[in-house]
């Protein structure tokens, strides 16, 4: 019987021969694809492994992850909080267990700590048996500005954005998108909550979700009209606040049988006013002529020269602002030149164009992060002010900034004076198409002297969502005067 | 008295010392396993490990002072293999329950490897001599068949996942095809030392093979249709296929007849394949086999791969070297601690656990073997071959179909699967292979008198 005892024998060796081939197949050859396997819920729980670092805003903790207690404490070991929950929404963004966004997208690797600039910190803490963190993100906004903003625009339930900058240097100091949402519901380690969650925003009418500061796109209205004059005044060294622009009720468009009348059909003037005088007023027939005169190319090149047309990472991209396409038709343009047709800015393009002509006619480069140091503090980059562009010359900025005070101190824009400070601006109130409500703008800077401003800012708020009469004089520049009240101190 | 009784006779050792080592090893592996777990998942040594230490140590010295008390001669390296793979089965227990395993409990794992130990121990001290289960040869046939079709009957039989595989009794819920599986092989082994003359001499010749009898083919017959009966009424190809693999393989070890095997196989894959086209879940499992990636059968809510395909991916995640005991997330494998713990080891302590404890299932096994070998009644032979075959094919059986190798099918995991019948019986699978180990180790009786030429041969 020993002989087949011994096949069996043999025949058991086999089988355990089978299960280790088999078992390295597994475990060697076929590991990589099983554990990259999308079904494989150990990358989900892996997202909730490593301690995120924290997103501040000076002392101001945005996110930071909580250890967690209790019976999931061993599936996720940190939950992402957001202790001011709406407020900073569209800066921070959301954890979400399958995707992030704004900072904690941009800034993943990071926080998260597998970034490349990470490797020599992972290498301590493995020596020193410390389980890594990620990086700490550092924000340039200014926690009272974010807060005034949002303070400011949530009242009486407006949707819009404000963007406020650091002309000198180009660090957003606020950037609110209205309606916000809350961070913390999307944050959370659990897929069907977070989908329910998301669900709710996603059907929700006012679109929460949507980053209306960077990634939305609006007409700028008569905003816009500070561009128009930045080209003109471009265009010829000798003209100047009192030079005087053809302002007729209806301007006769060419090549059509249509006029473009002045914003409630009134006269602007005696038919010839001064270009300081259209812009307090914002006379629409002025800045079509100008706009028919420059033609196309020149008012796409002026506006490119504010930033338009740059693709933007704030570290988020920011989506594109254009005057729209040449059209055939040679009418456009005029439309074009006060801020209608198919021109869209989003509100940081126009809070661009205020701090250009803030800063001596230099655009600078919009960042959002301060300062990303490691979890044991040591800095990993800094925030390193970038020129973008030069839009106009200083003196041109300078006859510009003078005009825009004085659309403050005489024109429609008196509700954003503040006592003691030099303020700039110029509101709009944007068509919007079929007969809505317009869209209220107001792009202004501030600073105690009007030759050095300490801030720029961009107000819009969305048609309709401030009743029908909402104008940028009335309803977006007391927002911008809030804003800038708090970036200055007073 | 002649001279050559004077020279030193070469005699099997005891071994006791390297034995008790052995064991101390093997619970120290397990203790800090243990410490490991806890480190991972709470930073600090969990505060029952003293308790369990103890607790497991002093059960294994028990066994080991009853082994060397009434199995002196005994294999030393089966009770510390055993130890170490019924160890490393609680600590996965208890580190699947710790991270929120509802289902999974260590401190009942705990209580029933007691019970085993205790069994063992009883089986060794009650069961002195393992030839007189040879004369309860048709009573554990009738038990084994009893056992068999007890989940069947009214009152008693448990539905549970699908399968009629469990009884109840005294509030207890045992799953009696573990018991079965003794007691048959018993019956197997009695009934085969009586007719392997039979069923080996009688028969023609047709073509290549040897061909046995028609009326010898009874049995045969009457074991592929109580495995083919526990496939269709109880839903258990398991225990339908560890039940005939281990009927196969001891008529092919008594008859020494390859005709037997080929048989036997042509019958289990002609009953399978029938099962497979009748039956959908039987169908369900050859289809998730073949592609258990796809989609289709992942997303399926019966009878679907997710099951697998979670074991594959811990495994996968583990990787050569593994996430480490507490560092990966076993506790998402459906059934980490029953059926898919081998699964849920791979993750944790990967490719380079895994072989480490497939060696020791097949060196526990191989010592089965040897002492099969080095029986010298037929009887022992058989019995110490067939038990030491179907720990080995039952492992086959659930690890093959938890790595895909094979389609999956429910079993337990020997010693390591949460499941107080399974460690039962295990234990008492063990105490007979010592006792039988005991036996062919132990030294032969040395001759009082010269007995000249007469000489007695062993088969």
Not at chain 1, 275 to 297: M, R
Not at chain 2, 59 to 70: F, N, Q
Request: charged share 15%; with cysteine; hydrophobic share 45%.
């Amino acid at each position: 019987m020993n002989g087949t005892l011994k096949r069996a024998a043999v025949a058991c060796m086999l089988m355990f021969a089978l299960l280790m081939l088999n078992v390295n197949y597994i475990q060697v050859i076929q590991a990589e694809d099983l554990r990259t396997d999308s079904r494989n819920n150990r990358n989900f729980y892996a997202r909730y492994d490593v301690e995120r670092g924290r997103i501040t805003a000076g002392d101001k903790v945005l996110a930071e992850s909580v250890r967690n207690k209790g019976s999931q404490s061993h599936l996720f070991a940190f939950t992402r909080r957001y202790p001011e929950a709406e407020t900073y929404a569209h800066v921070t963004g959301f954890f979400a267990p399958e995707n992030e966004t704004e900072i904690e997208r941009a800034h993943n690797t990071l926080l998260n700590g597998t970034h490349p600039d990470l490797l020599i910190r992972r290498g301590i803490d493995l020596l020193n048996s410390q389980q890594s963190k990620g990086a700490n993100v550092d924000l340039t906004i200014m926690p009272k500005a974010q807060e005034a903003a949002y303070k400011a625009l949530a009242q009486s339930g407006k949707r819009g954005a404000v963007v406020a900058m650091n002309p000198k240097t180009g660090a957003i100091l606020a950037l609110v998108s209205l309606p916000s949402y809350d961070p913390n519901k999307l944050s959370e380690p659990n897929k069907e909550n977070v989908n329910k969650a998301s669900k709710v925003y996603e059907k929700d009418k006012g679109s929460p979700l949507l980053n209306r500061a960077i990634n939305q796109s609006y007409p700028p209205g008569s905003t816009f009209k500070v561009v128009t004059a930045a080209a003109f005044l471009e265009k010829d060294d000798s003209r100047g606040a009192q030079t005087q622009v053809e302002a007729p009720t209806r301007l006769a468009l060419p090549g059509t049988n249509i006029s473009l009348p002045n914003s409630g059909n009134s006269a602007c003037g005696s038919g010839q006013v001064s270009l300081v005088y259209a812009l307090e007023v914002s006379c629409n027939t002025p800045f079509g002529k100008i706009g028919l005169d420059l033609g196309y190319d020149a008012m796409n090149e002026q506006m490119q020269k504010f930033g338009a047309g740059e693709e933007l990472e704030i570290p988020m991209k920011v989506s594109g602002s254009s005057i729209g396409k040449k059209e055939d038709d040679p009418a456009a343009i005029a439309m074009t030149s006060i801020g209608q047709r198919s021109t869209t800015m989003t509100p940081l393009q126009m809070a661009m164009v205020a701090a250009g002509i803030a800063n001596n006619g230099v655009v600078m480069k919009p960042y959002l992060v301060n300062e990303i140091a490691d979890s044991e503090g040591t800095e990993i980059e800094k925030a390193d002010p970038d020129e973008l562009s030069t839009a106009v010359t200083e003196d041109t900025a300078r006859k510009l900034r003078e005009m825009m005070v004085s659309v403050v101190n005489n024109g429609t824009a008196r509700l954003a004076q503040i006592p003691g400070v030099q303020v700039g601006g110029k509101t709009g109130t944007a068509e919007t198409s079929g007969g809505r409500a317009p869209h209220a703008w107001f792009i202004s800077f501030a600073g105690a002297s009007v030759d050095e401003p300490e801030v720029a800012v961009s107000v819009i708020v969305e048609s309709g969502s401030a009743g029908t009469e909402a104008s940028g004089g009335q309803t977006a520049a007391p927002i911008a005067k809030a804003v800038m009240s708090a970036v200055l101190g007073r | 008295m002649s001279s050559e009784s004077d020279a030193p006779v070469l005699m099997p050792a005891k071994r006791r010392v390297a034995h008790l080592a052995m064991l101390a090893g093997a619970v120290g592996i397990v203790i800090l396993a243990y410490a490991n777990v806890g480190l991972a998942l709470e930073g600090s040594v969990p505060a029952g490990m003293l308790t369990y230490g103890a607790g497991l140590g002093g059960l294994v010295l028990i066994a080991y002072l009853v082994l060397a008390k009434w199995a002196p001669w005994a294999d030393p390296l089966i009770l510390p293999l055993v130890t170490l793979v019924n160890g490393l089965g609680l600590v996965m227990i208890y580190r699947i329950e710790e991270a929120g395993g509802n289902d999974a409990s260590a401190a009942t794992q705990l209580f029933w490897t007691a019970a085993g130990i205790v069994m063992f121990s009883g089986t060794l001290i009650a069961l002195r001599d393992h030839r007189m289960l040879q004369r309860l040869t048709y009573t554990a046939g009738a038990l084994g068949l009893l056992l068999l079709i007890a989940p069947l009957l009214p009152f008693i039989g448990h539905e549970n996942f699908g399968a009629r595989i469990w009884i109840n009794i005294a509030g207890f819920t045992l799953q009696p095809a573990e018991f079965a599986k003794l007691a048959l092989a018993i019956f197997f082994a009695g009934y085969l030392v009586a007719k392997r003359d039979v069923l080996a001499l009688a028969g023609r010749r047709l073509l290549f093979i040897d061909l046995p009898r028609v009326r010898d083919l009874g049995p045969v017959l009457i074991t592929w249709g109580i495995s083919v009966g526990i496939l269709v009424l109880q839903r258990d190809l398991g225990t339908s296929l560890l039940m005939f693999g281990l009927f196969v393989m001891m008529i092919y070890v008594a008859t020494q007849r390859t005709s037997w095997v080929l048989i036997g196989l042509l019958l289990f894959v002609g009953g399978a394949a029938i099962a497979g086209m009748i039956f959908s879940h039987v169908g369900d499992r050859f289809d998730v086999w073949l592609d258990a990636s796809n989609p289709i059968y992942y997303d399926r809510t019966f009878g679907g791969s997710a099951q697998l395909m979670g074991g594959l991916f811990g495994m996968g995640t583990g990787g050569i070297l593994g996430t480490g005991l507490g560092q990966g997330h076993p506790n998402s494998i459906p059934l980490s601690f029953s059926d898919f713990i081998f699964a849920a080891t791979g993750e944790e302590l990967g490719l380079t656990g895994l072989m480490a404890l497939l060696l020791v299932y097949g060196l526990i096994v191989q010592r089965g073997m040897r002492t099969a070998l080095a029986a010298r009644d037929p009887f022992s032979k058989l019995l110490a071959g067939g038990l030491s075959f179907v720990l080995a094919w039952q492992v086959f059986i659930i690890v093959g179909g938890v790595t895909r190798l094979i389609p999956l099918t429910g079993l337990v995991t020997p010693f390591m699967s949460q499941g107080g019948s399974a460690l039962l019986a295990n234990w008492i699978l063990i105490a007979l292979l010592v006792r039988m180990s005991d036996s062919a180790r132990r030294p032969p009786p040395q001759a009082i008198q010269d007995e000249g030429l007469t000489q007695v041969f062993s088969r």
